[in-house]
């Protein structure tokens, strides 16, 4: 469990967020550049001090300003990974990553060397000057620095943001691999919506200063009464398990979580039984009164109406869906709904015009 | 033989002067920089003004003050007589104590623009790598501040060396105590010893240019942050 209350007042900004989130897992901190992310790690790894704050991560206390505690940034179990990979140019790669571990006591180290070499794909790069790698190259070394301090948690702050769009695809699949194979708990700033539909599993949708909501990503990224949903990429990210692989069509089946729905994706391989996230944006749902069998649309869902809203523009609206627990959002013209006299209650069939596999 | 043994002696207490005052500048205007580059005190105003006022004060100002101060009647002296040192006017200590100051603005000044340009970042990086803020000094602000360290030294050496105005007022023109080669050069000047000044001006100007030389050659690489 971590529990952070954080309290401060600039000039020209208030941070005031109370939040407790779980101890194991990806946590985005999601919110428009300004909204205090940045700050809300800065604090949390002790390199900005809030007058008022409380910040326990697990079983330790890292801040209370009630009782005077503050631990200073270099004795908290912390990784902190900078929107610049920050490598020392006085160094070389291999003594970049050994600058943490060998600050760590030997009893107290869960990484080694070899370990995250492998995990971040940088073996053949301990020799080289920082100055003479991608930028992509660069980051992951910043990473591997960082998981190097064995840290308890591990905060990371735009990772990808300062690199361009292949880098990012460069680097993601490294991210994934951490959150799967470290159980290091992760707080992950982002303004990026599909980084954040893709690594985490909790967000924190932050604005002005203010925690708006946190919950698990599924259902906070559809709830219609934040403004993540009024987004032109709004959608849902969906976690479900592989069923089936048709290899003539190249389709995968998934399941739903929790309900026997089923969703079809054009894909390679994957075994059965393995976990898949997919994100279903509100713009590819359209919805119908009756099962449309004569269709190229390949997934046809029977949902529920929960709830709908006004859109970002007048001429569209937000549906709320619930497909066997699972919600979903379509985003239709006001038009339709009335057409199709809409309303909460009301049983009907999402056709999904496409599938984005987010992992 | 074209220098004496007078002029030797002078060439050695210059270089023993300008070594000790670039050793004692670098261990007190270190921190003295740190802290310009860092702070956001009031203060950083007046104490960056007073570290820089040997650059504009004529050096008879700095001496003449120093002379009070430092004279039988002045404040330091007789700190320095309560303490049984007696008085360090016209003496090697107070030659020493005069040329830190009058070097400090070109010791300070480097290492604050060299601590500057290092910027917050490296130092939170450390942090974040378990390294306190002595072990960050040593393994990070050190290194990366080289260049600024190579440059204050080249600059306090090479101020000293050139001093003259000071050394008169405070030191005097006592052979093998304070008489310096500026000093030498004047009193050859004033014997109209023109050919003995000859080679001691000569040497001085080799000197300063080689220095300057190294200076400026060693700027071309930079480091930067990546």
Same mark, same amino acid.
């Given at each position: 469990m971590i529990d952070i209350r954080l309290h401060l007042k600039y000039s020209t900004f208030a941070l005031d967020v109370n939040l407790q989130l779980p101890g194991r897992g990806v946590t985005a901190l999601y919110g428009h550049s300004g909204s205090g992310k940045t700050t809300c790690l800065r604090c949390i790894a002790g390199l900005e001090r809030a007058e008022d704050a409380f910040v326990q991560i697990n079983d330790e206390v890292w801040q209370d300003s009630h009782k005077g505690l503050f631990v200073p940034a270099h004795k908290r179990a912390l990784g902190y990974v900078f929107q610049e990979a920050s490598l020392f140019p006085h160094l070389s790669v291999r003594a970049n990553l050994a600058f943490g571990l060998k600050r760590i006591p030997r009893q107290q180290r869960r990484v080694d060397m070899a370990q995250a070499t492998e995990l971040l794909g940088i073996g053949h790069l301990l020799e080289r000057n920082p100055q003479h790698l991608s930028g992509g190259e660069r980051q992951r070394i910043g990473i591997a620095r960082a998981l190097l301090t064995s840290p308890r948690l591990l905060l990371m702050d735009e990772p990808l943001a300062a690199l361009d769009s292949q880098r990012k695809s460069e680097i993601l699949p490294y991210l994934e691999r951490l959150h799967d194979e470290l159980n290091i #708990?992760?707080?992950?700033?982002? /303004?990026?919506?599909? =980084?954040?539909?893709?690594? &985490?599993?909790?967000?924190?949708?932050?604005? =002005?200063?203010?925690?708006? *909501?946190?919950?698990?990503?599924?259902?906070?990224?559809?709830?219609?009464?934040?403004?993540?949903?009024? %987004?032109?990429?709004?959608?849902?990210?969906?976690?479900?398990?592989?069923?089936?692989?048709? *290899? /003539?069509?190249?389709?995968?089946?998934?399941? $739903? #979580?929790?309900?026997?729905?089923?969703?079809?994706?054009? /894909?390679? #391989?994957?075994?059965?039984?393995?976990? $898949?996230?997919?994100?279903?944006?509100?713009?590819?749902?359209?919805?119908?009164? +009756? &099962? =449309? =069998?004569?269709?190229?649309?390949?997934?046809?869902?029977?949902?529920?109406?929960?709830?709908?809203? %006004?859109?970002?523009?007048? &001429? /569209?609206?937000?549906?709320?869906?619930?497909?066997?627990?699972?919600? $979903?959002?379509?985003?239709?013209?006001?038009?339709?709904?009335?057409?199709?006299?809409?309303?909460? %209650? +009301?049983?009907?069939?999402?056709?999904?015009?496409?599938?984005?596999?987010?992992a | 033989m074209p220098l004496s043994s007078a002029d030797f002696s002078a060439i050695w207490l210059t270089i023993k002067l300008a070594s000790l005052t670039t050793v004692i500048l670098l261990i007190i205007g270190t921190p003295i920089a740190l802290w310009l580059s860092r702070t956001t005190s009031w203060w950083r105003g007046p104490i960056g003004a007073v570290v820089a006022l040997p650059l504009v004060l004529p050096p008879t100002v700095i001496g003449f003050y120093l002379l009070l101060t430092m004279g039988p009647n002045g404040y330091f002296g007789q700190f320095t007589q309560w303490l049984g040192l007696g008085t360090l006017t016209f003496s090697f200590a107070g030659l020493v104590i005069g040329s830190v100051i009058y070097s400090m603005p070109f010791v300070v000044q480097p290492l604050q623009n060299a601590f500057s340009a290092i910027g917050t970042r490296p130092l939170e990086v450390a942090a974040t790598l378990r390294a306190n803020p002595w072990d960050t000094f040593f393994t990070v602000i050190l290194p990366l501040a080289r260049p600024g360290f190579i440059t204050a030294s080249i600059l306090g050496f090479a101020h000293t060396v050139g001093e003259f105005g000071v050394v008169l007022m405070i030191g005097g023109n006592i052979p093998d105590k304070t008489r310096v080669v500026s000093v030498q050069i004047y009193d050859h000047v004033e014997a109209m010893e023109y050919a003995q000044a000859h080679w001691l001006a000569g040497a001085m100007v080799v000197f300063a240019f080689l220095v300057l030389l190294a200076l400026y050659s060693s700027r071309k690489t930079k480091m930067g942050w990546s």
């Open positions: #708990p992760v707080l992950y700033v982002s /303004h990026a919506q599909d =980084e954040v539909a893709r690594l &985490a599993d909790h967000i924190v949708l932050l604005s =002005e200063g203010k925690a708006l *909501a946190s919950g698990p990503i599924g259902e906070t990224l559809a709830r219609l009464d934040l403004p993540l949903a009024l %987004g032109d990429d709004a959608g849902v990210v969906i976690a479900g398990q592989v069923i089936a692989y048709d *290899a /003539h069509y190249q389709l995968l089946t998934l399941q $739903l #979580p929790n309900c026997p729905l089923q969703i079809r994706v054009a /894909h390679a #391989p994957l075994a059965v039984g393995q976990p $898949l996230r997919v994100k279903v944006q509100a713009r590819d749902v359209s919805l119908s009164l +009756q &099962a =449309e =069998e004569h269709s190229s649309i390949l997934n046809r869902l029977p949902v529920t109406v929960t709830q709908d809203i %006004g859109a970002d523009n007048s &001429a /569209h609206v937000l549906v709320r869906l619930d497909a066997g627990g699972t919600p $979903l959002l379509a985003r239709i013209t006001r038009f339709s709904r009335d057409q199709l006299h809409l309303h909460p %209650g +009301q049983a009907l069939w999402a056709q999904i015009k496409a599938v984005a596999v987010l | -």
